[in-house]
């Protein structure tokens, strides 16, 4: 697992913004079919990509969590290959958890040195309030696309207690962006 809590929430008007921009010492073309290719693209998402139309407006299915029956359609809103993957990421309610309608994802990759790294963007709107979830589902998601391009293939699940421990965290990170930003706002030193 990174250490760090990498991620960051930005907000726009309408939007929470999940963000991360991960390196990794592979080139683009070890990277990129871990984004376009269904079968590797399932291995670090944790379930069966059913459907990956490459082309602008062509259908997206994949089972993001299989054994809860969590499942994101999506219609894809942008595609270059080895560059930049932009879909819509729509989830009906499953288990507990409730819909999760209005989002989109963008996946975007470049060369970084000798490496790579991937910019990657989950935009949901303010009213659906994951954003620290989502934040600490990705950085898992992404820990397992750094392990599979260091040649780790192990099955990948995410452990509930794990993920918790990062939401809490995200929530910490966040609540002291806002802290700094009103002590700042009000001139208020420590």
């Known amino acids: 697992m990174t ?36 079968e590797l693209l399932a291995k670090w998402l944790g379930g069966p990509v059913d459907k990956l139309e490459p082309v602008e407006g062509g259908d ?10 969590a499942t994101v ?24 958890t409730p819909d999760l309608f209005g989002t989109t994802m963008r996946w975007e990759v470049a060369t970084d040195g000798d490496g790579s790294k991937i910019m990657l963007t989950h935009a949901l709107p303010h009213s659906v309030g994951r954003e620290h979830l989502l934040s600490a589902a990705w950085h898992l998601h992404l820990d397992q696309l750094g392990q599979l391009l ?18 809490l965290h995200y929530l910490e990170k966040d609540f002291a962006s806002k802290r700094e930003y009103y002590e700042t706002l009000l001139g208020i030193t420590q």
């Open 60 to 69: 997206v299915v994949i089972q993001i969590a299989p054994k809860m029956g």
């Open 150 to 167: 260091a040649g780790h293939d192990d099955h990948y699940v995410i452990q509930q207690p794990h993920i918790h421990a990062l939401v």
């Open 73 to 96: 359609y999506g219609k894809v809103l942008e595609f270059e290959p080895m560059r930049v993957l932009a879909l819509t990421w729509e989830v009906p309610a499953w288990h507990v």
């Open 3 to 38: 250490e760090s809590a990498d991620g960051i929430i930005r907000r726009t008007p309408e939007m929470n913004e999940v963000y991360f921009e991960r390196r990794f010492d592979a080139p683009v073309e070890r990277l990129w079919p871990f984004i376009g290719e269904p």
